[in-house]
């Protein structure tokens, strides 16, 4: 569940949204660039898959405690 920019030449620019229940393509500029926005804030402020696997382990260690 969630949302994603896809842009390809193949397909002009949408985004999908998905929840558990339901389902929408956006494909209004000014709400893709809303949408794109918010991903690439997400994508620069992820973790790195090793970076998550550590929080992860940590905060596993923690609920041992």
Known sequence: MG???CRSEQDPSVV???TAT???????SAEIQTYSLR???V?????SP????EHLK????HLRK
């Open 58 to 61: 940590d905060l596993a260690d």
């Open 16 to 18: 999908y949204l998905e």
């Open 39 to 41: 991903f690439n804030r």
């Open 22 to 28: 339901d389902s929408l393509h956006l494909e209004k």
């Open 50 to 53: 090793q970076e998550s696997i």
């Open 43 to 47: 994508v620069a402020t992820a973790l």
């Open 3 to 5: 949302s994603l920019p």
